[in-house]
């Protein structure tokens, strides 16, 4: 179970961390290592997205080498992305594939990391829990919290 923190009064965000590498990257390439508290959990979104202003200049560059041109479009280039979520009860790790977007192509303009459909939510049975559901439980709901996410069950293809 994790819970869900507000954002903008509606949206729930998570925490946890995700390690970037090119999609054919060998030892010696860069990677980024990014960690948030706000990680926007959006089953409306069709992918995961990272928004490129987060990423390190270094690794920026080394996403427009040509060992990435296969990976590349207009405006944004796919990503490998080792995620680690951290539950109340346990620890839920995968291996997807992330978007890396410019500022101007993120959904709704957030700038951060969403986790999307494709590779990460299609990839697991969960059910959520409204903040209201639980205080009608009997349940003791710090302010922030959206409620609980309860994953029951994944895939992952590592």
Do not use: W
Not at 17 to 23: D, F, H, K, Q, S
Not at 25 to 51: A, K, N, Q, W, Y
Not at 70 to 75: A, I, V
Not at 131 to 151: C, F, P, Q, T, Y
């Amino acid at each position: 179970m994790l819970q869900a923190h507000l954002e903008e009064e509606t949206r729930a965000t998570v925490s946890g961390t995700a390690r970037l590498r090119g999609i054919d990257s060998i030892i010696g390439d860069p990677e980024c290592d990014m960690s948030s508290r706000s990680i926007l959990f959006d089953p409306g979104t069709h992918f995961s997205v990272i928004v490129e202003d987060l990423l390190f200049d270094q690794f920026r560059e080394y996403l427009r080498s040509p060992q990435n041109d296969p990976y590349q479009s207009e405006d944004r280039t796919r990503v490998q992305a080792d995620c680690t979520f951290l539950f109340s009860n346990h620890l839920f790790e995968i291996s997807t594939i992330f978007e890396v977007v410019p500022r101007r192509a993120a959904p709704n303009g957030r700038v951060g990391i969403i986790i999307g459909q494709k590779g990460l939510l299609n990839r697991k049975s969960y059910r959520s829990v409204p903040r209201e559901i639980l205080k009608a439980r009997g349940n003791h709901v710090e302010e922030g919290i959206r409620g609980d996410i309860v994953i029951e069950e994944h895939l992952n293809f590592r």
